[in-house]
């Protein structure tokens, strides 16, 4: 990171209205943890390319990620506008999240649907809507949803439970016992199988 930082302010010698230089340093900044200069980065980018949809999509997630969810969905939207952008999945997926975190389900599954439909081999849009069609009771809907995620070779703690507490709930035993193992053998220390120890499914 120190090293693509340090390009970027090389590039930015050469060439300071270089919005895409402002851009990169602004992703560092933020994977960093360093909020006030990827704010201030990200505002420099934007006043150079206004336009640019990966720009808004960054901004927007950054948004989002710092407390400020409410002015996220006007950076995705924008970024779904544009006629140039090659992954409008990723805005997609990223304005359903940020709506979530306003509680607004409704924005978050049309987001969430139109992200599947845009590629329906990503595993985050599936586990949203797994996560959503569980909740509201649609256990087949979930069922369909995770299935697609849990082919992969390697799952997260957090989708796993849900994927466990999915087919409990359909009252598939021997998907719930395979998914359980995945569980104890991988993360035999994490929060989510000391919930499945303590039978936690409705928490």
Request: hydrophobic content about 40%.
């Amino acid at each position: 990171m120190t090293v693509a930082l340090d390009e970027t302010k090389l590039a930015l010698q050469t060439d300071p209205n270089f919005a895409d230089a402002y851009s990169m340093a602004a992703l560092i900044y933020m994977d960093q943890g360093e909020a006030r200069l990827a704010e201030e980065n990200f505002q420099r980018a934007i006043r150079l390319a206004p336009n640019d949809p990966d720009l808004s999509n960054n901004y927007g997630w950054f948004l989002c990620q710092n407390g400020r969810a409410n002015q996220s969905i006007a950076y995705f939207d924008a970024a779904l506008r544009s006629r140039n952008y090659q992954s409008p999945a990723k805005a997609l997926n990223n304005a359903g999240v940020c709506s979530l975190i306003l509680k607004d389900k409704v924005a978050a599954e049309r987001y969430f649907n139109e992200a599947f439909r845009q590629d329906p081999g990503n595993p985050a849009t599936s586990t949203n809507l797994a996560r959503l069609n569980y909740e509201r009771g649609d256990l087949e809907r979930a069922k369909f949803y995770i299935n697609r995620v849990t082919k992969a070779d390697v799952l997260s703690a957090e989708v796993l439970w849900l994927a466990i507490k999915i087919e409990r709930k359909v009252g598939d035993r021997a998907a719930e016992s395979s998914l359980v193992t995945q569980l104890r053998r991988r993360y035999p220390d994490s929060t989510e199988f000391a919930a499945y120890q303590r039978g936690a499914f409705n928490e």
